[in-house]
Structures are given as C-alpha cells and as structure tokens.
C-alpha cells in the first residue's frame, strides 16, 4: 500500500497569486496523478505526473495554468497559478504503486478558496 | 468516449433494506471498474474491482457487458454504509482512472 500526505491541508489565497501543493508518498510509486474536485462535483483528472519529464494533462487544463513538477518517484508538486475563485477546489493527489497494481491510493485533499 | 454515469446523487435507504447503487459506462474496449468510497472526514478508498469478483463490506458489483453496467449491491445497509461512492472506470492495461459523479448513500436508523 501507499500512504499520501499533502501539503497545504487547505488555504485561502487572493486572486491573482498561485499557490504551490506538496504530494509525499511513504514509498516509490510507478504513477502519479493529481485531480480536483469542485464543490457538489465529481474528480476530474487535470493531469499525470511523468517522473523525469513533463506531465501529461487532460483535456481543459494547461501547463501554464497547473504547472508540475515529480522530480523522484515519491514526490509531486501542483502549482495552481494566476488563481480566480472558480480555482476554489479540492485538489488531490493519487498514486498507483511500484508494481503497477491496480489500486490506486488517495492523499486527503487540499482545500484552496481563492477570494 | 469514455464516460461514467451515476444517475443517482443522493440515495437514502432504511438500515436493514437493500441498497443498489447505479453505475453505467461507456467504454469501446475492455474496461476495469471499480467503486471507491469516501467515508466522513476520510480519504477516498477502493472498495472493490470487477475483476476480482470478490465481497467487501457485504458489497457486491458484478460488470454487465450487454447492459454496460457496473451496479454496487448490499442485501442489508448498515448506518455505517453511510458515505459517498463513485463508480471509476480504467481503460483496460491503461493508466487513467475516470471517475463518476458519486452517490451518497444515506442509511437511516
């Protein structure tokens, strides 16, 4: 199994400043995802954490925008910049472990509110 | 394109009744399916694979190709069941989880 820690646990940010979140995974996993989850909605997938190289992101969302970094197998940051308040979400990080299995671990979410 | 649908946002059974909760996907290959659950103030965790056909919690979902379905079924809710599901598709051999919209279940004593 994999445990995920996140970093900040929530935070309240201004409009147009960004915010950097932390993912922390207990031990070397093979993927590494990060999603968010609007108010009332369901988890969208904004993009995958490629260790070594840029990350892949799903239809909707930017570089520019989401910025990410996985510099080693067990780390992960998502910037979210140039925030408005339909930023304001909950962003998750998620992994799937070393032997590819198929169960895919959860961290506990950051809560951004951006006034 | 790859969608999953969860036609029911809130479900609200008596402790004791069955519960289902509905699940339906599009998918032109071979999927795997599963149920995450999120209780209170908890993390979203798996619940169980189609591919294992196993029992957890007194759950069962069984993949019904012809009717691209997925349902999540218990003879008896307990108040504990009472959390937030989602119905999570995975292309087959890929990497990318989708996720449905969720259904929170409510068990009432």
């Known amino acids: 199994s994999a445990v995920i820690s996140q970093k900040p646990s929530r935070d309240i940010c201004q409009r147009g400043t960004s915010l950097t979140i932390q993912c922390q995974v207990d031990s070397q996993v093979t993927m590494m995802f990060w999603y968010r989850q609007q108010p009332g909605q369901s988890l969208t997938l904004i993009a995958t954490?490629?260790?070594?190289?840029?990350?892949?992101?799903e239809s909707g969302f930017v570089i520019d925008k989401f910025p990410i970094s996985r510099p080693n197998l067990t780390f992960s940051t998502l910037t979210v910049s140039n925030m408005s308040p339909e930023d304001s979400s909950i962003y998750l990080c998620s992994a799937r472990g070393a032997d590819n299995s198929y169960e895919q671990y959860f961290g506990p979410g950051t809560r951004l509110t951006v006034t | 394109a790859q969608r999953v649908t969860q036609p029911e946002k809130l479900l609200s059974v008596f402790k004791g009744a069955p519960v289902e909760l509905k699940c339906n996907y599009s998918?032109?290959?071979?999927?795997?399916l599963f149920w995450y659950v999120q209780y209170s103030r908890q993390r979203l965790q798996l619940l169980l694979r189609?591919?294992s056909r196993e029992s957890i919690k007194g759950f069962t979902a069984d993949l019904n190709k012809g009717e691209t379905s997925f349902h999540l079924k218990k003879p008896f809710a307990q108040e504990e069941d009472s959390a937030m599901y989602y119905c999570a598709l995975r292309h087959g051999g890929g990497f990318k989880t989708i996720f449905g919209a969720g259904t929170r279940l409510f068990v009432k004593a």
């Open positions: 189609h591919i």
């Open positions: 954490a490629n260790q070594g190289s840029e990350a892949t992101y």
């Open positions: 998918y032109s290959g071979s999927p795997e």
